[in-house]
């Protein structure tokens, strides 16, 4: 937990993984636009964002919110809310406040709307923070949650293990396994009567090396201290290589969706 909390202290690593997919996605439907047209919320909701980063889901979609929405955003992460508030000042009837979705300081069916985008892998205890989001749900509430699935991103590992096998950062990539596509379902529905998911069919072609460099520096502390000095030399020198080979591009695949849970 403790690098999860160091990785999230603030938005610049964040930032720098949102960047890649910003400027590289063959889905030309912004990942925050398709977030934004799957959700249904009706006039006067009360809605809780759990782990809102930065803050950009809102920012992005600023225009589409109406004045009659209650929102309030939140994250486990002090500097992140900070973050928030810069990037949505802007945008009426939003409120800020520090929260662990283990322990919601809410009372019972306080929402119409819970939201947690890419954040419930990091959670260590799931099934307690699932009995939290249904308890201060509303009967008939909605809990959004988006996550990856197993293949996501999982060529810069493959490219990883190529350049040097004595490397060991599959977990880098893995998050999958604790609540991705293919297992959230099962965890989700012992608190939720019906649980869909809708995917978001999306990858990335690169045409830059440094973008993948700052991605990769981003994701891990070890990382960091493996891509120094000559191996960082040698590994642009690769990745220039197999961009070439590929035509110009480095081929990246994607895997994101969406479960609704009712």
Known sequence: ?????????????????????????TN???????????YQIGQNSRILELG????????????????????????????????????????????????????????????????????????PDRPRAFHEVRRVLKPGGVFYSSTIGKRHLIEFNDLIMEFDPATNFSAVFSNAGEFG???GAAQLQPFFSDVRLMPYPDG??????????????STNSEINKWLTGEKLSAFIRFLEQKKQENGGTIDITKATGLFISI
């Not at 160091?6 to 930032?15: R, T």
């Not at 950009?56 to 992460?77: A, E």
């Not at 508030?85 to 300081?105: A, G, M, S, V």
């Not at 090396?209 to 991605?215: A, H, L």
């Open 52 to 123: 809102c980063g930065n803050g950009n889901f809102w920012s992005k979609n600023g225009h589409s919110i109406p004045s009659c929405w209650d929102v309030t955003l939140s994250d486990f992460s002090e500097g992140m809310l900070a973050d928030a508030r810069k990037n949505t000042q802007h945008l009426p009837n939003l409120k800020f406040e520090q929260i662990d979705i283990q322990t919601i300081p809410y009372e019972s069916n306080a929402f119409d709307v819970i939201i947690a985008n890419h954040m419930l892998y990091h959670v």
């Open 1 to 25: 937990m403790g690098e999860i909390i160091e990785q999230y202290n603030n938005a610049s690593n964040l930032d720098a993984r949102i960047s890649i997919h910003k400027n590289y996605s």
């Open 181 to 183: 596509m293919e297992n």
């Open 28 to 38: 030309k439907t912004d990942w925050f636009h398709w977030l934004f047209s799957q």
């Open 204 to 217: 990335l072609k690169i045409t830059e090396i440094q973008p993948i460099i700052d991605y990769l520096l």
